[in-house]
C-alpha cells in the first residue's frame, strides 16, 4: 500500500506502516529537489528521512497504544484495572490480565438476554474452564455442521459433569445439544439426560516477525517481550471461534517493548499454519482454538 493518512472507521484505527511513511517523505523530497535527486541507505538526507519516519512510526504506537487501552481485550496491567468499575469488578490477589478479561466477557455474558450468552456464562462459572463458545442453530437445517434445533457448545478444560450440567440447567426445552462428548445429567424426576458438547480442536500457528532495527536495539530484550506477550495473547485471550487478526498484533508488540520502542519497528507480521500464510485475518470455525506451542512457534528477522 502506499501513504494514507490515519483514520478511525467502523472497523477500527488505520495507520501507515513505517516503510509507507518513509516512502511518502522520499516522494516529498523528489518533489522539492527534483524527481532525479539520489536517495539511497548511504547518504544523509536519506538517513534524515528514516529518522523522520522512525519518530512519526513511534507516535503511531503510542497512539495504537492509547486506543487499545480503551478496549478489555487489549488493554493491560493497571491501564486494564482502569477499565474494571465500569463493569463492577476489581482484580482478584495474583489474577492475570487474561483471567480478568474472560471474567469480564462472563459478566457481560450473564446480563445478555440470549440462550448462547446464558449458557456462555454458566459454562464459564464451572471451576477450570479457561475457553467457551457456545453457537444454537435455530434454522430447519444444519449450519456450520451443527444440526438443525440444536446448540453447539465448545469448551476448553473444565470437569464434564460440571459442564454437562451448566448446559442443561440454561437450555429451552426442545433444543437438542450437539457434540463430540457425551454426559448423563439426571433432572429433579431421576430421569437421565445426555448432554453433548465438545472440546476445540486446536490448530497451531507460527509466527515470523520482521523488525527494522536501530541503535541501542537489544534482540536478548526486546524479543522475550514480545514473545511472552504473543503466548498470553493467543493462548489465554483470542476465543474459542474468534477470527485472527494478524494487524492487531503489532500494537501488541509496541505494547510489550513500550520501554525500547525507539530501537525498532515492526515492518511485517506472517501467520504460517495449515492453511498456508496470512498477514491478514484468518477467519476461524466455531469449534477452532488458535494457540502458539511454546516461545519457538515465534521467530524474528532483524533488517
Same mark, same amino acid.
Given at each position: ?7 478511525? &472507521? +467502523? *472497523? ?13 517523505? +522520499? +516522494?516529498?523530497? !523528489? ?5 532525479? %535527486? ?6 544523509p538526507d536519506y538517513q534524515l528521512l528514516s529518522v523522520f519516519a522512525r519518530a512519526l512510526d513511534d507516535t503511531s504506537a503510542?497512539?495504537? #497504544? ?8 487489549? %488493554? ?7 477499565? /474494571?468499575? #465500569?463493569?463492577? /469488578? =476489581?482484580?482478584?490477589?495474583?489474577? *492475570? ?23 456462555? @456464562? ?15 442453530? &435455530?434454522?430447519?437445517? %444444519? ?13 476448553? $478444560?473444565? !470437569? /464434564? &459433569?460440571?459442564?454437562? #450440567? ?15 462428548? =457425551?454426559?448423563?445429567?439426571?433432572? &429433579? ?12 480442536? !486446536? ?33 489465554n485471550q483470542l476465543a474459542i471461534g474468534e477470527d485472527f487478526n494478524v494487524p492487531l498484533l503489532t500494537g501488541l508488540l ?19 499454519? *495449515? ?8 477467519? %476461524? ?7 502458539? @506451542?511454546? @516461545? $519457538? @512457534?515465534?521467530?524474528?528477522?532483524? +533488517?
Amino acid at each position: 500500500m502506499s501513504y494514507f493518512s490515519p483514520y478511525i &472507521d +467502523e *472497523t477500527g484505527l488505520h495507520m501507515p506502516t513505517y516503510e509507507e511513511r518513509l516512502q511518502d517523505l +522520499e +516522494e516529498a523530497y !523528489r518533489t522539492i529537489f527534483g524527481l532525479q %535527486a539520489a536517495l539511497d541507505p548511504s547518504m544523509p538526507d536519506y538517513q534524515l528521512l528514516s529518522v523522520f519516519a522512525r519518530a512519526l512510526d513511534d507516535t503511531s504506537a503510542l497512539v495504537l #497504544q492509547s486506543y487499545n487501552a480503551r478496549n478489555p481485550s487489549y %488493554a493491560t496491567g493497571h491501564t486494564l484495572d482502569l477499565l /474494571l468499575p #465500569q463493569y463492577g /469488578l =476489581t482484580r482478584r490477589p495474583g489474577e *492475570t490480565d487474561a483471567e480478568v478479561r474472560r471474567r469480564i466477557s462472563a459478566g457481560l455474558a450473564s446480563k445478555g438476554t440470549s440462550i448462547p450468552d446464558a449458557i456462555y @456464562a454458566a459454562i464459564m462459572n464451572c471451576e477450570y474452564v479457561t475457553h467457551a463458545n457456545v453457537i444454537i442453530n &435455530d434454522t430447519d437445517a %444444519a449450519m456450520d455442521g451443527i444440526p438443525a434445533h440444536s446448540i453447539a457448545a465448545v469448551v476448553n $478444560s473444565g !470437569r /464434564l &459433569d460440571d459442564i454437562a #450440567q451448566a448446559i442443561y440447567a440454561r437450555k429451552p426445552p426442545g433444543i437438542s445439544t450437539y457434540g463430540t462428548t =457425551t454426559r448423563a445429567v439426571t433432572d &429433579d424426576h431421576g430421569v437421565s439426560h445426555d448432554i453433548h458438547f465438545s472440546r476445540p480442536t !486446536r490448530t497451531s500457528v507460527f509466527l515470523q516477525i520482521t523488525l527494522k532495527t536501530y541503535t541501542g536495539f537489544d534482540a536478548s530484550t526486546v524479543e522475550p517481550l514480545m514473545t511472552d506477550a504473543l503466548l498470553d495473547y493467543v493462548n489465554n485471550q483470542l476465543a474459542i471461534g474468534e477470527d485472527f487478526n494478524v494487524p492487531l498484533l503489532t500494537g501488541l508488540l509496541y505494547q510489550a517493548a513500550m520501554p525500547h520502542i525507539d530501537t525498532f519497528a515492526v515492518t511485517d507480521i506472517a501467520l504460517s499454519y *495449515t492453511g498456508g500464510v496470512v498477514r491478514d485475518k484468518i477467519p %476461524a470455525p466455531y469449534n477452532v482454538k488458535w494457540v502458539l @506451542a511454546n @516461545a $519457538s @512457534a515465534v521467530s524474528y528477522v532483524l +533488517e
